[in-house]
Nanobody, 122 residues
Framework: VQLQASGGGLVQAGDSLRLSCAASGRPVSNYATGWFRQAPGKEREFVAAISSSGSNTYYKDSLKGRFSISRNNAKNTVYLQMNTLKPEDTAVYFC????????????????WGQGTQVTVSS
């Protein structure tokens, strides 16, 4: 499966963005999907994940309530809705997919998109 992340941009603190992760080659419904982010000089960190069916979601604790992950398997796309953005959310956001259950660990994911830049100004 190939993944294409999009939807990033430059926004002000308090704004919202919705990232999309479009899959091609294989149905995204075969895979659990996660979002990760990496800020300059920092390690890649888990943001959110969703099971292949969409029935289970998982979040980095500090992002619960602001970020929401969802999927539309008919459109072969997974989304990350980000609300009330803060400057510390600035990072490159990556989507990733794996067989089996969701995971918080980036090492568990087999397929990665190229990343989309999110910059939040204060």
């Amino acid at each position: 499966v190939q993944l294409q992340a999009s939807g990033g941009g430059l926004v002000q603190a308090g704004d919202s963005l919705r990232l999309s992760c479009a899959a091609s080659g294989r149905p995204v419904s075969n895979y659990a999907t996660g979002w990760f982010r990496q800020a300059p000089g920092k390690e890649r960190e888990f943001v959110a994940a969703i099971s292949s069916s969409g029935s289970n979601t998982y979040y980095k604790d500090s992002l619960k309530g602001r970020f929401s992950i969802s999927r539309n398997n008919a459109k072969n796309t997974v989304y990350l809705q980000m609300n009330t953005l803060k400057p510390e959310d600035t990072a490159v956001y990556f989507c990733a997919a794996k067989f089996g259950g969701s995971s918080y660990s980036s090492h568990s994911y087999d397929y990665w998109g190229q990343g989309t830049q999110v910059t939040v100004s204060s």
